[in-house]
């Protein structure tokens, strides 16, 4: 039994990553960018308190419906999409094998960080 999947993670400069993350603890796409240094702060803790890991799901995965709280961060992000997701609300498991999201630009002064 594999323990690990591959996730592709597009930094605000359109560079694809291609990361392993183990599917045997338990993680979220925002600690999983944090642990490859990629630019996601999660000032909140992965709590769903700020919009700091807010990202774009590219993929056509399954996905649980965003939370109340998920939802009214979203409400006030910046570049919100109908794919937009805060990534401490993507939990790690195997089925998000292959899961391809692009990190969503910070504010407007600094769109393509």
Known sequence: MKNSITVSVTDREKIIHTLEVPT???LN??????????????LCGGMALCASCHMYVLSNHELP?????EENMLDQAFFVNKNSRLGCQIKIHSDLDGLEVELAPVSPENENQ
């Open 24 to 26: 045997d603890i338990t």
């Open 29 to 42: 796409m925002m600690e999983v960018c944090k642990s490859y240094e990629l630019p996601v702060e999660g």
């Open 65 to 69: 419906e965003p939370s109340e709280d």
